[in-house]
């Protein structure tokens, strides 16, 4: 028998990984570095990250959608944290 490997992600699952770690660094963005834009949080998370989580699950099956709102976060926490550690540095 051969051995088979099987992808989590397909292109939707992958897409919507893409969009939670977008909604979440947009949300990390507007709260530290824009506080004059502190009212796109609510319209962010109703319009990119809702959507992001809902058709993950649905499109992308519900382990790639419990994977994508775990991994679509650690993403993006990582990435503002080295921008924020940057941004002091110089």
């Not at 490997?5 to 990984?17: C, D, E, I, K, P």
């Not at 319009?47 to 994508?68: A, K, Q, T």
């Not at 679509?72 to 990582?78: E, K, M």
């Amino acid at each position: 028998m051969d051995a088979q490997v099987v992808w989590l992600w397909n292109g939707w699952g992958a897409l919507f990984l893409a969009g939670v770690a977008l909604w979440q660094f947009l949300h990390i963005a507007v709260s530290v570095f824009f506080q004059g834009l502190y009212f796109l949080r609510d319209p962010l998370a109703l319009f990119l990250g809702l959507p992001s989580i809902i058709l993950g699950f649905v499109l992308g099956g519900w382990v790639v959608g419990l994977l994508n709102i775990v991994l679509g976060v650690a993403i993006a926490t990582t990435i503002a944290r080295m921008i924020v550690i940057f941004r002091e540095r110089n």
